[in-house]
Nanobody
Framework: QVQLVESGGGLVQPGGSLRLSCAGS????????MGWYRQAPGKQRELVAT???????TYADSVKGRFTISRDNAKKTVHLQMNSLKPEDTGVYYC?????????WGQGTQVTVSS
């Protein structure tokens, strides 16, 4: 069973930066598509960014140019560098691992952007 543990959330002022990390386990990490999703209060969970095994990244339009996803298969980690943060980026950020037949989530980490 894959386990995902997020860290790095917190309170930051608008315009600031945070770096989220997700530590994974299991042998399938290197073959999985990894992603970050977020859920704001009263809203549905939405895609933020994904990275496939060849390293191809995709981003939500709302974060393009501000967020960068990266992964280290040897360390079984995936990161989300978030710059120029806005209040609308506030929410719980979840790490996701997806392969055929499996879709796993971490417990989430809170990001609050506020002055």
């Amino acid at each position: 069973q894959v386990q995902l543990v997020e860290s790095g959330g917190g309170l930051v002022q608008p315009g600031g930066s945070l770096r989220l990390s997700c530590a994974g386990s299991g042998s399938i990490f290197s073959t999985a598509t990894m992603g970050w999703y977020r859920q704001a209060p009263g809203k549905q969970r939405e895609l933020v960014a994904t990275m496939s095994t060849p390293g191809t990244a995709t981003y939500a339009d709302s974060v393009k140019g501000r967020f960068t996803i990266s992964r280290d298969n040897a360390k079984k980690t995936v990161h989300l560098q978030m710059n120029s943060l806005k209040p609308e980026d506030t929410g719980v950020y979840y790490c996701n691992l997806r392969v055929v037949g499996q879709n796993s989530w971490g417990q989430g980490t809170q990001v609050t952007v506020s002055s």
